[in-house]
């Protein structure tokens, strides 16, 4: 069986940059997630469907014509990795995600991703519902405030304009709706390693997740 490291957590916790961080470590592949909501979102968007259409959603998600290359994330050719990115974007994803027929639509995309040497697969419900056969499953955390942050940061360093204020709301606001879904709500998973990253810099962070993995495979030269 493939080995895969999960890890999950709330947006803007740094999952993103750390499981790409591991994967380039290991020589492993990547799974995010959050990107194949992110599609449905967009597909959706642009469709004019109305998020009450759960079952046309699902469909569309199965059946998206989709390309993850180093060029970037293609949607029927069109480069749309700027496209997924906004906050729109994220917010829509956010809602596709609460409905049941499109995660399980997206399954067969995840499970696909896990193949030899092995997999860090990122997300809110890898550990959980996804991979549960994880060897390890990380759940990093960190302050709303914080996480606001660092959004702000990144959003200023593309030239937008933004208000932090705006963004601590937005955060909240989709939090409140990942935990609190019926279906896979964010939460850590059962023998998840939880770090908070408030305070903490990506090195350090990636040294306790290196740990942790290195402490499960022995054999591997992290
Ligand atoms: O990680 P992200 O911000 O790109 O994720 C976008 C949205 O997709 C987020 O609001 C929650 C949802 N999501 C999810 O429900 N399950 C996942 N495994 C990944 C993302």
Excluded at 195 to 209: F, H, N, P, Q, R
Aim: charged residues 25%; glycine residues 10%; negative net charge.
């Amino acid at each position: 069986m493939t080995r895969v490291v999960t890890i999950d957590g709330p947006s803007g916790s740094g999952k993103g940059t750390i499981a790409a961080l591991l994967a380039e470590r290991l020589g492993w592949h990547c799974l995010d997630s959050g990107a194949l909501y992110r599609l449905v979102g967009l597909i959706v968007d642009r469709a004019g469907i109305g998020f009450e259409k759960g079952n046309k959603i699902a469909e569309l998600g199965r059946n998206m014509d989709v390309e993850f290359s180093p060029a970037g994330v293609m949607l029927e050719g069109e480069d749309v990795s700027i496209a997924i990115r906004t906050e729109t974007a994220g917010n829509n994803a956010s809602k596709v995600a609460a409905i049941p027929a499109v995660r399980e639509a997206l399954l067969q995309w995840q499970h696909d991703y896990a193949r030899e040497p092995g997999l860090i697969a990122d997300g809110r419900d890898m550990g959980s519902v996804v991979f549960p056969q994880a060897e390890v499953k990380i759940f990093l955390d960190a302050s709303a405030e914080e996480r606001a942050q660092r959004r702000y940061k990144q959003l200023k360093e593309k030239g937008l304009d933004v208000s932090l204020a705006g963004l601590v709301a937005e955060i909240e606001e989709r939090d409140q709706r990942d935990r609190n879904r019926s279906v896979a709500p964010l939460k850590a998973p059962d023998g998840a390693l939880v770090v908070d990253s408030t305070g903490l810099s990506i090195e350090e962070v990636l040294a306790t997740v290196l740990e942790q993995v290195q402490c499960t495979f022995p054999d591997l030269e992290v």
